[in-house]
């Protein structure tokens, strides 16, 4: 008989803050925590469960190792049942979850205990010359998230850091954490600068496209799309590489912002799949710069074009396909129906080499049914052939059904 799994209760602590009420509380009490009562929701006995599986990535105490076993019996699950830990990083929990259903399937088990704990505060660990490894339990105010992690630990005089070695030593420095804490956070931005001349080094107000396509911002090479934002005194404010059509619209308009992304993000004639640049600052100045602008190197500080009315949105790819497909040399006809479709035209592109070549443009507008037909040929076989459209943030493309049909007349060349 074919077994279903069924989830009878789910629970989780709080997500605490830094030094907040969690801080001293180790991973396998709050393993125990969550299980004693989600089994209490389930109407479930300890001694009725048949497997345990939790995550844990963070090991802050020997006792973390086996931490299913500790949890679950500190719980009240019996010493009967089997207990696993294990380590997916960001997707242990998940897994957890995957392995205890997985259980439950092949009948090892009719009732399975599934989760995962950590406490990033409660270790922090230190290997390096002359110093053994070391368990510390981290304080309010002793965390400092910036490359000056990376320098102080590399040079041990640098204390005034407040992180790496120094929390080694009995009187731990101040650090960028309790900065912002004090007078108000007056003197958090020097922290802030030093953290990021340490990520971007100088200058940052140039901006190219190097050979491997990569966007250029001082030491750091980032692949487009990305959305840089300058505040009025040409200091870097963020840099997105996310959801970057979403942050261009949103962003604080009294800053300068430079959006680099294919030519084809920004317009509606563009069917060459080179790179574009679109800078637009607080005096409603705009300026579109090209592939061999780019390539040579702009800066962001230049004056801009003067333009009237709100900023422009951009789009952003957005992929119809999975994964690559081999195809072969030939002429196709790209079939789509979309239940779900922009109101106005948009570009479709079949690309390939890691999404890097752009082998097909077209633009186009869907039907009253939703259908959308693009043809396109191939002069050579292709590894990866991928499907993608562009459209801005707020708009949505649902697609029902996907053909690539072979047409009978072949490529010229």
Same mark, same amino acid.
């Given at each position: 008989?074919?077994?279903?799994?069924?989830?009878?209760?789910?629970?989780?602590?709080?997500?605490?803050?830094?030094?907040?009420?969690?801080? @001293?509380?180790?991973?396998?009490?709050?393993? $125990?925590?969550? +299980?004693?009562?989600?089994? &209490?929701?389930?109407? %479930? *006995? #300890? !001694?009725?469960?048949?497997?345990?599986?939790?995550?844990?990535?963070?090991?802050?105490?020997?006792?973390?190792?086996?931490?299913?076993?500790?949890?679950?019996?500190?719980?009240?699950?019996?010493?009967?049942?089997?207990?696993?830990?294990?380590?997916?990083?960001?997707?242990? @929990?998940?897994?957890?979850?995957?392995?205890? $259903?997985?259980? +439950?399937?092949?009948?090892? &088990?009719?009732?399975? %205990? *599934? #989760? !995962?704990?950590?406490?990033?505060?409660?270790?922090?660990?230190?290997?390096?010359?002359?110093?053994?490894?070391?368990?510390?339990?981290?304080?309010?105010?002793?965390?400092?998230?910036?490359?000056?992690?990376?320098?102080?630990?590399?040079?041990?005089?640098?204390?005034?850091? @407040?992180?790496?070695?120094?929390?080694?030593?009995?009187?731990?420095?101040?650090?960028?954490?309790?900065?912002?804490?004090?007078? #108000? !956070?007056?003197?958090?931005?020097?922290?802030?600068?030093?953290?990021?001349?340490?990520?971007?080094?100088?200058?940052?107000?140039?901006?190219?496209?190097?050979?491997?396509?990569?966007?250029?911002?001082?030491?750091?090479?980032?692949?487009?799309?990305?959305?840089?934002?300058?505040?009025?005194?040409?200091?870097?404010?963020?840099?997105?590489?996310?959801?970057?059509?979403?942050?261009?619209?949103?962003?604080?308009?009294?800053?300068?912002?430079?959006?680099?992304?294919?030519?084809?993000?920004?317009?509606?004639?563009?069917?060459?799949?080179?790179?574009?640049?679109?800078?637009?600052?607080?005096?409603?100045?705009?300026?579109?710069?090209?592939?061999?602008?780019?390539?040579?190197?702009?800066?962001?500080?230049?004056?801009?074009?003067?333009?009237?009315?709100?900023?422009?949105?951009?789009?952003?790819?957005?992929?119809?396909?999975?994964?690559?497909?081999?195809?072969?040399?030939?002429?196709?006809?790209?079939?789509?129906?979309?239940?779900?479709?922009?109101?106005?035209?948009?570009?479709?592109?079949?690309?390939?080499?890691?999404?890097?070549?752009?082998?097909?443009?077209?633009?186009?507008?869907?039907?009253?049914?939703?259908?959308?037909?693009?043809?396109?040929?191939?002069?050579?076989?292709?590894?990866?052939?991928?499907?993608?459209?562009?459209?801005?943030?707020?708009?949505?493309?649902?697609?029902?059904?996907?053909?690539?049909?072979?047409?009978?007349?072949?490529?010229?060349?």
């Amino acid at each position: 008989m074919a077994r279903s799994v069924i989830i009878a209760a789910a629970v989780r602590t709080a997500v605490g803050d830094f030094g907040g009420a969690l801080a @001293g509380v180790p991973p396998c009490d709050l393993g $125990a925590t969550v +299980i004693r009562a989600a089994l &209490a929701r389930a109407g %479930v *006995a #300890g !001694g009725e469960v048949g497997q345990v599986v939790m995550g844990n990535v963070i090991h802050t105490a020997p006792e973390d190792m086996y931490l299913s076993r500790v949890a679950a019996l500190r719980a009240g699950v019996a010493q009967t049942a089997p207990a696993l830990t294990l380590n997916r990083l960001c997707g242990s @929990g998940l897994q957890a979850v995957v392995t205890a $259903a997985e259980q +439950i399937l092949l009948g090892h &088990a009719d009732i399975a %205990v *599934a #989760g !995962g704990a950590e406490s990033i505060e409660n270790l922090l660990l230190f290997l390096g010359d002359d110093i053994a490894p070391q368990q510390l339990s981290a304080a309010a105010g002793t965390t400092l998230d910036s490359g000056a992690t990376l320098l102080s630990l590399l040079d041990p005089n640098l204390k005034t850091m @407040g992180f790496g070695r120094s929390l080694i030593d009995t009187q731990r420095a101040p650090s960028a954490s309790v900065a912002t804490q004090r007078d #108000g !956070g007056r003197d958090y931005p020097q922290y802030l600068a030093f953290a990021r001349s340490l990520w971007l080094g100088e200058p940052t107000r140039e901006l190219k496209i190097d050979g491997d396509d990569q966007v250029v911002v001082g030491l750091q090479h980032v692949q487009p799309p990305v959305l840089l934002e300058y505040d009025k005194d040409w200091g870097l404010k963020s840099v997105y590489l996310e959801n970057t059509s979403r942050q261009f619209d949103d962003a604080n308009p009294d800053n300068t912002l430079a959006y680099v992304d294919r030519c084809t993000a920004f317009e509606d004639g563009s069917a060459d799949g080179d790179w574009c640049a679109l800078l637009v600052n607080r005096d409603n100045g705009i300026k579109l710069y090209r592939d061999n602008d780019l390539r040579g190197g702009i800066a962001v500080d230049a004056p801009l074009d003067a333009f009237q009315g709100p900023r422009p949105s951009v789009r952003q790819a957005h992929m119809i396909t999975q994964k690559g497909r081999r195809t072969r040399a030939g002429q196709y006809m790209l079939q789509l129906v979309a239940s779900t479709r922009p109101d106005r035209g948009f570009w479709i592109e079949a690309v390939s080499s890691q999404r890097k070549v752009v082998l097909a443009q077209q633009w186009v507008q869907p039907d009253a049914n939703g259908k959308i037909n693009v043809s396109f040929g191939l002069d050579h076989e292709v590894d990866d052939l991928e499907i993608r459209a562009w459209l801005n943030h707020a708009e949505k493309l649902a697609v029902d059904t996907f053909a690539l049909v072979p047409s009978r007349s072949r490529p010229r060349g």
